[in-house]
């Protein structure tokens, strides 16, 4: 996250004493100087979450110990001081974390959800509203279990969420794996609150795309669909991009809750990784690190797009001799400064990604001083 003086903040996870104990480290890097780790603490099992709220405030969100207690850290002074709170709600308990993720809008509202378990699923969530300067907990069951969650708080006590169907193989139906990951992903759904004020709110509820495994009993396919970012544009259209790994890449649209479109992206040279925003002028920017993790590849709008479907070749920006990777857990995706995590759009974006033990830092001017080019300025 970037501060509006240019400071920018990060974190990372590190082994820790256990899998019930991982130790998250916060990183600050003040403009013209260095990163340094200024706050560290104990994780839980999960990488924790960071936003940028009002007025530049900094809030963290951690699991310690995985006791089913979150904390909520949070600095008002560029990070030179943090408060510390429990947030309140029946969190998911008995050494079992499940998964949270955190959104924020422009205007300071912040919405935290953690996943429970297969079979039903559940939303755990906690609103803050900066009308009531309070968080309130709520809960919503679901026919079975979605994850990785990307969160929407609206301006009318609304809430958008999309998340990915992450349940093991038999709640389908489909043979069970005897050794290794029961799991399957292989949905894609779209979730509205309209009222988020009562405690279990209405939530509405579109499938965006399920795909059936070809092969109901090879239990090694099981990344089928998964979402790897979404988005909500300037015209207030819902942006999905999930990988369908029979046939690759996709972007759907959704507009009050119906689907406008759903397209295959053929020229994104690697689905597993890829990201999409705006610049300040609303042209739509597709990014994502290569297979090898060699490139950085940066895919503009063309100029008759109006919608981040029309896409022209990529700029690819050597990132060799500070690499990528491919591994699903130790090579995360770029993550960078976005309205959901709090930021306005800017031509200018900050970033990370992930090599197992190495964190990368990345800044690109996406218009590329207007050239429909961009460049990358990449310090380690």
């Not at 400071?7 to 820790?16: A, H, K, P, V, W």
């Not at 709520?138 to 990785?148: A, E």
């Not at 709090?342 to 031509?347: I, N, P, V, Y």
Request: charged share 20%.
């Amino acid at each position: 996250m970037r501060t509006a003086r240019g400071d920018l903040f990060m974190t990372y996870i590190s082994q820790g004493d256990g899998l019930n104990d991982r130790q998250w480290h916060l990183m600050h890097k003040a403009p013209n100087a260095s990163w340094q780790e200024i706050k560290a603490g104990n994780a839980g099992t999960e990488p924790i979450n960071i936003v940028l709220g009002k007025n530049d405030s900094i809030h963290l969100f951690a699991w310690p110990q995985t006791t089913g207690k979150l904390q909520h850290l949070y600095s008002t002074d560029n990070g030179k001081t943090f408060s510390s709170e429990w947030l309140d709600g029946t969190w998911q308990q008995g050494q079992e974390q499940g998964y949270s993720s955190v959104g924020v809008n422009d205007r300071g509202d912040m919405v935290l959800i953690q996943t429970a378990e297969d079979k039903p699923g559940t939303f755990f969530w906690t609103y803050y509203s900066t009308e009531t300067n309070k968080w309130t907990f709520h809960q919503n069951t679901l026919d079975l279990r979605y994850t990785y969650a990307f969160l929407f708080p609206g301006y009318h006590n609304d809430l958008s969420i999309v998340a990915t169907r992450d349940v093991q193989r038999h709640f389908l139906n489909l043979p069970q794996a005897q050794d290794g990951n029961p799991w399957i992903f292989n949905e894609v759904k779209y979730f509205h609150i309209d009222d988020v004020t009562p405690k279990s709110p209405h939530i509405d509820q579109v499938v965006v795309k399920e795909v059936k495994p070809k092969d109901p009993n090879d239990t090694n396919d099981r990344d089928i669909t998964y979402v790897t970012d979404s988005y909500i544009d300037t015209a207030g259209r819902m942006h999905i991009l999930y990988l369908d790994e029979y046939n690759g890449p996709h972007q759907a649209i959704l507009e009050n809750g119906k689907i406008l479109k759903d397209v295959l992206m053929p020229n994104i040279s690697y689905g597993q990784k890829v990201r999409i925003t705006q610049d300040t002028q609303g042209h739509f920017y597709l990014i994502s690190t290569d297979e090898q993790g060699n490139h950085l590849n940066i895919y503009p709008g063309a100029p008759d797009d109006t919608d981040g479907t029309i896409i022209e070749a990529p700029t690819r920006i050597d990132i060799s001799h500070f690499p990528g990777c491919s591994d699903y857990d130790f090579c995360h995706s770029p993550t960078f400064t976005v309205p959901r995590n709090g930021h306005a759009l800017s031509d200018i974006i900050d970033g990370v990604y992930g090599n197992f033990n190495k964190e990368i830092y990345f800044r690109i001017n996406l218009r590329g001083n207007d050239k429909n080019g961009a460049q990358s300025f990449t310090l380690p």
